[in-house]
């Protein structure tokens, strides 16, 4: 079945770009989403990209997708203090009825 | 338009005893989906309902866990009895339909705490 990993903690300074990585297992899955968490809140759709793109750009968000190596990246430009958060990477299980799959998540520090 | 509803927002209750979550979907929103999220961990499915038949409840623990969506709109989720380790937050999600791509919509969760 699909895994999902990513790093768990990041640090950067406001303004700087943020890079939030994550690995996949499951090549079959065909969108790939990425999810922000804020504290006592519920999961937010940040974006997603479908599996034959490379990459997908909105505003201030970038993803990256490398297909051979099953990695995912969420870049951030100019990183603001509002954007700390707990960040989700999630694929979608084979043979499930969009069923998604999370990584344990990455929290985003911004710092002054 | 309004969002997905939960409640109550938080719970406290001893080992053994029984607790019932609410939600309401998205109006429209054919699919639900219950999920857990323990403390350090992405949210894991645990059932998913397209209008009011199950499609996916492989990781619900049958023994303690249930779940049903009368009518096809509002869910509950029950636990009986509850066990220290299903403290966690309960986030449900609505869908427009069941397929790939379609996006999951979460309300704010309910976080439960077993003593």
């Known amino acids: 079945g699909e895994d999902v990993e990513q790093s768990l903690f990041l640090s950067v300074r406001e303004g700087d770009s943020s890079v939030i990585n994550c690995t996949y297992t499951?090549?079959?899955?065909?969108?790939l989403y990425w999810y922000k968490q804020e504290p006592g809140a519920g999961l937010q759709l940040l974006t997603y990209?479908?599996?034959?793109?490379d990459m997908k750009q909105d505003q201030r968000l970038t993803v990256l997708l490398n297909k051979k190596d099953k990695h995912l990246s969420l870049r951030i430009a100019d990183t603001q203090t509002g954007d700390s958060a707990i960040y989700f990477c999630a694929g979608r299980a084979s043979g499930g009825y969009n069923k998604l799959i999370f990584g344990a998540g990455t929290r985003l520090a911004v710092h002054p | 338009e309004a969002g997905v509803a939960q409640s109550p927002r938080y719970k406290i209750i001893e080992k053994r005893q029984s607790v019932a979550f609410w939600c309401n979907p998205i109006?429209?929103?054919?699919?639900l989906y219950w999920y857990q999220q323990i403390l350090g961990q992405g949210p894991k499915l645990l059932i998913q309902f397209q209008n009011n038949g199950v499609v996916d409840d492989s990781q619900l623990p049958k023994d303690r866990f249930s779940a049903e969506r009368l009518k096809g709109v509002d869910s509950t989720l029950k636990i009986q009895p509850a066990k220290l380790e299903d403290s966690a937050v309960y986030l449900c999600?609505?869908?427009?339909?069941?397929?790939?791509?379609?996006?999951?919509?979460f309300g704010p969760g309910t976080r439960l705490t077993v003593l």
């Open positions: 990209i479908f599996s034959n793109m």
């Open positions: 999600a609505s869908s427009l339909g069941g397929l790939e791509g379609d996006t999951q919509y």
């Open positions: 109006s429209g929103h054919a699919t």
């Open positions: 499951d090549s079959s899955s065909t969108y």
